[in-house]
């Protein structure tokens, strides 16, 4: 099984910072990284798919980059709304969510 | 507008077997590419990918639990179902269906998510 890592798992900061999450894969998943932004009580949200391609709707502040096993999520210029749970999901070999990273106000 | 919907017992007792039913409209399940996937949540914990349904019947299960896993669809319905049987209370999680346009692997369109709890 592809084991995804991310870090950190809470990150605290401020409206119109620029976050940063990591995730780390196990083995090689070429560019099949996702990301989804999740609210309490409500299904996560697709941000990111192929690690850097933004989905339909998505504000441009959100980025990913990233290939292999190392990907990163950024986030320019924090706002209210994106306060938030985020997860990244590899989809190489079967599928594999990563713990979640906790972005909360400072 | 793509919507799914998940439906099934709020309540299961230890070792029965689950089935739980996504509805779906918007798109159609024998469109080349589309998949309908499951994904689960415990509470306060991290989201967990279970199984994907292919639009040409292919079939692909979570490595550690696809003993216990069974996807099928009905594309006449619309609908697409994933039982799971012995189930414990380890499996009390919040249950969801998603779609997969492409044949991607990637998620666009979720369901409200069902939660299940396992209880004697």
């Known amino acids: 099984d592809i084991q995804m890592t991310q870090s950190p798992s809470t990150l605290s900061a401020s409206v119109g910072d620029r976050v940063t999450i990591t995730c780390r894969a196990s083995?090689?998943?070429?560019?099949?990284l996702a990301w989804y932004q999740q609210k309490p009580g409500k299904a996560p949200k697709l941000l990111i798919y192929?690690?850097?391609s933004l989905e339909s709707g998505v504000p441009p502040r959100f980025s990913g980059s990233g290939s292999g096993t190392e990907f990163t999520l950024t986030i320019s210029n924090l706002q209210p709304d994106d306060f938030a749970t985020y997860y990244c999901?590899?989809?190489?070999?079967?599928?594999?969510f990563g713990q979640g990273t906790k972005v909360e106000i400072k | 507008q793509i919507t799914l919907k998940e439906s099934g017992p709020t309540l299961v007792k230890p070792t029965q077997t689950l089935t739980l039913t996504c509805t779906f409209s918007?798109?159609?399940?024998?469109?080349?590419?589309?998949?309908v996937g499951w994904i689960r949540q415990p509470p306060g914990k991290a989201l967990e990918w279970l199984a994907l349904?292919?639009?040409?019947?292919?079939?692909r299960y979570s490595p550690s639990l696809k003993s216990r896993l069974t996807i099928t669809k009905d594309t006449s319905k619309n609908q697409v179902v994933l039982t799971m049987t012995n189930m414990d209370p380890v499996d009390t999680a919040t249950y969801y269906c998603?779609?997969?346009?492409?044949?991607?692997?990637?998620?666009?369109?979720w369901g409200q998510g069902t939660l299940v709890t396992v209880s004697s």
């Open positions: 999901q590899q989809y190489n070999s079967y599928s594999t």
């Open positions: 349904m292919y639009w040409n019947d292919d079939k």
């Open positions: 998603a779609q997969t346009p492409y044949g991607s692997g990637s998620y666009s369109y």
């Open positions: 918007g798109f159609s399940l024998s469109s080349s590419g589309v998949g």
């Open positions: 192929k690690a850097s």
């Open positions: 083995q090689s998943i070429s560019s099949w």
